[in-house]
């Protein structure tokens, strides 16, 4: 039995806490209501979205269709050897839950994931990242539910087409597919522990570990992550609304003559990797508060709702960024964070 609200205020399913209203609005439990909905009058009539914890979406209007928030849950183990084991998590799982009951079980390769917001089904649309891990360092496949027909399919990794904040799901694939598992492979022993990316090593010398595990890192990761992000609860926002860029060697040459210090880090291609904070920063905008939205203090890649800003004033800070940072540097930002 299919169940249907209508006019749903989307403020408490999106972290920048913007207000837009669905019309209608469908809570999936498992992939055969899923399947079900995909069948139904209203499904072919309407435009539709999948939100999973809405912290990587902005609504600029009403949303005129169908908002399908994905509550489908469980987790379980599909393959184990002395070495590694597979489990399969539904889609509507928590992603932070997820790592910390791995980390519980002494599974390794997500600790570095730890405190990302939002669903594992979210997690291999935008290839999730943090701390020199991405979550298509660990994934076995994803099962998916085609949109069209409303049959199963499994993406195989390669498949995925995973890329710096990117994949098939979030290209050609956009608003085709309800992502409805996600099968991740981790270690069971001789973890590969990534403690060199960030503040990570300072921060388990602070909190004097000398042998770090599975849990240490995930505790150092909470803890830089608890100090340099904002915490949506207090204030809204949907972390980097950019994506850091990535240039010619030649356009990076060109740039470093006019700006020396400009960091850097080698990308794919022989390009080069520009963080987007840092030129955000370089034109003034980190700290700026313009009526209800303004560019994190601490974090100038990290837009922000201050209060009952609308959707479409953060969107207008995002282009005004957009446009300086184009004239500053001949370089143009997009953004990480999906728009309707
Ligand atoms: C404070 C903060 C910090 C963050 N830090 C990071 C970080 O370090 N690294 C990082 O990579 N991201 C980060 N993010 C971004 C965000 O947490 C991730 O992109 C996360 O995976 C989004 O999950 P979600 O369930 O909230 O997705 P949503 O925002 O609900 O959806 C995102 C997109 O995926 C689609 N979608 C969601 N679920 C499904 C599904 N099951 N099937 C098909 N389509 C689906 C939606 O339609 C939408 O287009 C951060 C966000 C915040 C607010």
């Known amino acids: 039995m299919l169940n249907l609200e209508k006019n749903v205020d989307l403020k408490p399913f999106n972290t920048f806490g913007i207000r837009a209203n669905a019309k209608y609005f469908s809570r999936i439990h498992n992939a055969d209501q899923m399947k ?13 979205v999948v939100l999973g914890g809405g912290s990587n979406v902005l609504f600029i209007r009403d949303f005129d269709g169908l908002v399908i928030h994905n509550e489908t849950k469980g987790i379980e183990k599909v393959n184990e050897n002395d070495d590694t084991i597979s489990l399969r998590a539904s889609s509507g799982e928590l992603w932070h839950s997820l790592v910390l009951h791995c980390v519980a079980e002494n599974w390794g390769g997500i600790e ?17 990242g943090a701390y020199g891990v991405e979550v298509r360092d660990v994934i076995e496949n994803v099962d998916v539910i085609d949109l069209g027909d409303g049959s199963s399919k499994t993406f195989t990794n390669d498949e995925c087409r995973f890329e710096y904040r990117e994949s ?26 990534n403690t060199q990316y960030g503040a990570i090593n300072d921060t388990l010398r602070a909190m004097q570990v000398s042998e770090p595990t599975l849990r240490s890192v995930s505790d150092a990761v909470i803890k830089i992550r608890t100090e340099k992000l904002p915490d949506v609860r207090a204030v809204g926002n949907a972390g980097s609304f950019f994506k850091n860029p990535d240039i010619s060697a030649e356009a990076f040459e060109k740039l470093k003559h006019t700006f020396p210090g400009i960091p850097h880090y080698p990308a794919a291609n022989q390009r080069v990797k520009v963080p987007a904070g840092w030129l955000i ?3 003034g905008w ?25 959707g479409e004033e953060i969107f207008q800070l995002a282009t005004e960024i957009i446009t300086s940072v184009r004239e500053k540097f001949s370089i143009t930002l997009t953004p990480e964070v999906n728009i309707f």
Not at 36 to 48: A, G, M, Q, T
Not at 118 to 126: H, K, N, R
């Open 36 to 48: 079900e909905l995909v069948r139904s009058e209203i499904f072919k009539d309407e435009r539709h």
């Open 112 to 128: 570095n994931l730890s405190l990302i917001p939002g669903t594992v089904g979210a997690a291999p649309i935008q290839n999730i």
């Open 168 to 193: 098939v799901f979030k290209r050609e694939l956009k608003e085709k597919i309800f992502i409805s598992s996600v099968t991740l492979r981790l270690s069971k022993k001789n973890h590969r522990l």
């Open 281 to 283: 920063e370089q034109c």
């Open 286 to 310: 980190k700290g700026k508060k313009i009526n209800h939205v303004g560019v994190h203090a601490m974090q100038a890649l990290v837009l922000v709702n201050f209060g009952d800003a609308k």
